[in-house]
C-alpha cells in the first residue's frame, strides 16, 4: 500500500448529500422517485461495491423517494454487503429466480406511487442500458397502471458529473498510481518483447504500484503508427520504428484514471514526431480552456484547432474526452453536440486524436479536475516530444 | 506465453456453424432475423473482441438474418477491427451521436421486415439487459409500426451453452492457469498479509502465469469461516485461526474460469474442516451426476442431499452453479428450477455452498465439460482435507 492512500469509502455524509441533491432535483421536476438498476448509480446512492456486478445472472435495484433513505431491493446474497451501508431498508430476494426476479417486491414498493399517479424518474437517456431483462421491464410495467415514468438520465449523470472532494481525492490518487505505472514502462517494456507480453507486463506493474486492478488495457505497436485503438493485442514483437501506445484504465476503490502514453520503439520518424507534437500542444489548447463557464463544445473546438494544422477534416471518433469516475467513460463529451457548462469539481480526461500518413492515427490523453481557476492536471503531463523507448 | 497456448480466435468455419445453427432454429421458430446488442452474442456469432465494451458511452448492434452471414451496425471507431471479421455487412456510424445513435441505421435495416409483418428475436428473457438505451428502443419501435418482437432468449442461451471442441480447449487453458495460480496461494500468500495485498498478489500471480486477466477476484478471511463472499477486500490481516477463500475469474482469450479454493491459515477447526469435507463430498456427488440426459435440476437435487447431512435448511443464494464461457457466469443454472438436460459440450461449474457455526458460509467450486460418459474436470480437483496454509 502506498503512503498516500486514502481511506475507502466514504463516511454517510456524503451519501446524505448525494441523495438530498438528487431529491432536490426530483421536487424541480416532481419526480416521486427514481429507480436505479446500474453498477456506478446503485453504488452512487448507497455506497454498495462489489465485483458481483460481473455476473448477468442478477438485477439489482435501488429506489430513491422524494424523501428519506434510498430503499435496496436486491438479490439475497448481498444483503449482508448492503446492510453494511448508510440504508435502513435492504429488500431480498432469493435470485437467480426466473419467474420473479425481484418484480413482485418493485411491484409492493411502486404500487402505492401508481394508485396516486405520480411519476417516477428512469434512466432511459444517453449512456444509459435497462439492465433487467426488457420482458420483466413490460411485466413490472403492466403491473403498475398509472405510474408515469419520466427520463431521469440528465438529473442523474448530472449530480454524478460534480465530484466531491473526497472523490477527487481518489481519483488523484489512481491517476498518480497510473502515471507511475507509466514511468516503469522504458523499464520494464522493450523492442522484442510480444505485445501481448508488454500489455501482461503493464497490467502486473500497475497492480505493483496500488492499483486494485486495471481492467481496462488497450493499446496497439505498428511501424510509424497504429490504426487501431481497440483491438487485442497480437504477439508481434515490438520492433524499432513502431510506435507504441498503452491506454489504461486502472482502478483503485472503485474509481478509474484514463489515459494514455506513446513512445517511438528505438528511433521516432518525422511524421509521429510531428503528430505528437500537434496533440500536446492541442491538450495545452484544452487545458487553457478547462475553466468554469466554458461548454464542452468550447473545449471541443479549442483542441479542434489545433489538431487541424496537421489534420483537417476532424475524425470519427465523435468526441476529445469524456468525463471520469466511477466509469472508465462517463458524462460529459468533449463534443461539437454538448453544450454541458464546465463546473468547478467535474473530473474530465482530455483526448484529442488525429488521423496522418497512411491510415495511421495518434491518440494522447490527460486527466483533469476543473477547479475554480481554471484546470489541475491528476496525471503527470506527458513530454511535448514523443520519448522513445531504447534508443 | 506458456508452451500449450491454444490459437487466439477461430477459424471462419466456427463463426459460419454458430449462425447456421442460429438460423435453423430462427426458422423454426419463424424468425426473420436476431436483433443481437450485448457483448457476448457480438461477439459469439462476429468473433469481435475488444475490452471497449467497457465504456458505456457506445451501443453496438450486430442482426442475424434469416439467411447469410450477420450485419454489424457499429460505431465507426469499431470498423478497423469489425471488418477484419468474417462480415461482409459492416455500418458504421460516428459515435456518441445522442440524437441518433444508430436508429436511423437499424431503421433501415430493418423497415423492409417491418413492412412484410415479419417478427425477429430480441433477448428479452433472464439473464439479459437492454444495452441501448430504453429511449432509443421505444423510438425504434416506433419507426418500425408492423415489426413483431418475440424473445429469443432461450435460442441464443441455448445454442451458446454447448461448447465447441475450440472453445473448450480455450476454457480448459484458462482452467489450466486459474489451477497453477492457486498451487502458488501458499508460496506467496501468508499470516499477516492484508487481505487487499493477498487479492493484488493474487491478481499478479495469474497474469504471471499466462491468464490475460483476472477481473473478478473475491473472497475472504475471517476466524473459523467467512460470512460474505461478494465484498472488496479490508485490509485486516491474515491472523491463525481464519478461513481464508479466494474465487477467481481470470480470463484467456475472452473466456473465463471460475472456480474457488479455501484455505485454513495456520491451523484449521473442526467445523471448518467438516463444512470443507461436506462440500468436497457434494461437488463428488456431482460430478458423478453430471452426465448427458441428467437435468440441472437433477445436479442440484445430487450436491443438495450431501450439503443437507450438515446443513438443513438449503441456502439462499439460490444455486449450486452455473454454465461457464465467455461470460463468468452464463445459462444454465443448478438450481431446482432449471430442468436445462445436460449435453456433452457444455461447460458447467459445480458450486456447493453451505452456512454453519454463527453466520458462518463456504463455498467450494469446480469446473467441469461434460462428456458423453460424464463429467471431465477441467480444474486440478481440490484436496479433500481443508489446506493449511503455513501450519
Given at each position: ?40 448509480e ?57 419467474g420473479?426476479?425481484?418484480?413482485s417486491?418493485?411491484?409492493d ?56 472532494p ?33 500489455f ?9 504500484q ?30 524499432a ?103 468547478a ?21 490527460e ?9 489541475e ?15
Open positions: 500500500m502506498r503512503p498516500d492512500a486514502p481511506q475507502r469509502g466514504f463516511h454517510e455524509a456524503e451519501f446524505a448529500a448525494r441523495t438530498a441533491k438528487a431529491q432536490a432535483r426530483m421536487a424541480e421536476a416532481g419526480l416521486a422517485g427514481l429507480l436505479l438498476m446500474t453498477e456506478p446503485v453504488r452512487y446512492f448507497s455506497g454498495f461495491q462489489t465485483l458481483f456486478w460481473q455476473s448477468p445472472t442478477r438485477p439489482w435495484f435501488l429506489f430513491v423517494p422524494a424523501a428519506g433513505k434510498p430503499i435496496a431491493v436486491i438479490p439475497e446474497i448481498g444483503a449482508v454487503l448492503m446492510r453494511r451501508s448508510w440504508l435502513d431498508d435492504v429488500r431480498t430476494w432469493s435470485a437467480p429466480q426466473p420473479d426476479d425481484g418484480i417486491l418493485l411491484t414498493l411502486l404500487a402505492p406511487l401508481a394508485k396516486a399517479g405520480e411519476t417516477i424518474g428512469l434512466m432511459k437517456g444517453h449512456e444509459t442500458s435497462l439492465r433487467m431483462p426488457l420482458g420483466d421491464w413490460e411485466r413490472l410495467m403492466a403491473n403498475l397502471p398509472g405510474l408515469g415514468i419520466a427520463d431521469a438520465t440528465r438529473l442523474v449523470q448530472g449530480l454524478r458529473m460534480v465530484k466531491s473526497a472523490e477527487i481525492e481518489k481519483l488523484r490518487y489512481i491517476c498518480e498510481i497510473g502515471s507511475a505505472t507509466f514511468d516503469r514502462v522504458p523499464e520494464v517494456i522493450a523492442e522484442g518483447m510480444p505485445l501481448e507480453e508488454v501482461r507486463t503493464f497490467r502486473r506493474e500497475a497492480l505493483a496500488g492499483a486494485d486492478d486495471a481492467p481496462y488495457v488497450v493499446g496497439a505497436s505498428e511501424p510509424g503508427g497504429y490504426s487501431d485503438v481497440i483491438s487485442p493485442p497480437s504477439r508481434r514483437p515490438l520492433q520504428g513502431d510506435v507504441l501506445m498503452l491506454d489504461t484504465g486502472c482502478s483503485w476503490d472503485g474509481y478509474f484514471c484514463d489515459f494514455d502514453r506513446n513512445w517511438a520503439v528505438g528511433k521516432a520518424d518525422d511524421l509521429a514526431r510531428r503528430a505528437h507534437d500537434t496533440l500536446w500542444r492541442a491538450t495545452e489548447a484544452g487545458l487553457a480552456a478547462a475553466k468554469p463557464g466554458n461548454s464542452c463544445a468550447d473545449l471541443f473546438r479549442a483542441m479542434s484547432a489545433v489538431i487541424a494544422e496537421m489534420y483537417k477534416s476532424g475524425g470519427d471518433i465523435g468526441r476529445l474526452g469524456h468525463g471520469l469516475g466511477t466509469q472508465l467513460t462517463e458524462q460529459p463529451s468533449h463534443a461539437a453536440f454538448d453544450e454541458t457548462v464546465l463546473e469539481g467535474m473530473v474530465l480526461t482530455l483526448e484529442p486524436s488525429l488521423s496522418y500518413g497512411a491510415g495511421l492515427m495518434m491518440v494522447h490523453e486527466n483533469i479536475v476543473i477547479r475554480s481557476g481554471g484546470a492536471l491528476l496525471t503527470t503531463r506527458a513530454p511535448q516530444e514523443l520519448p522513445v523507448i531504447g534508443g
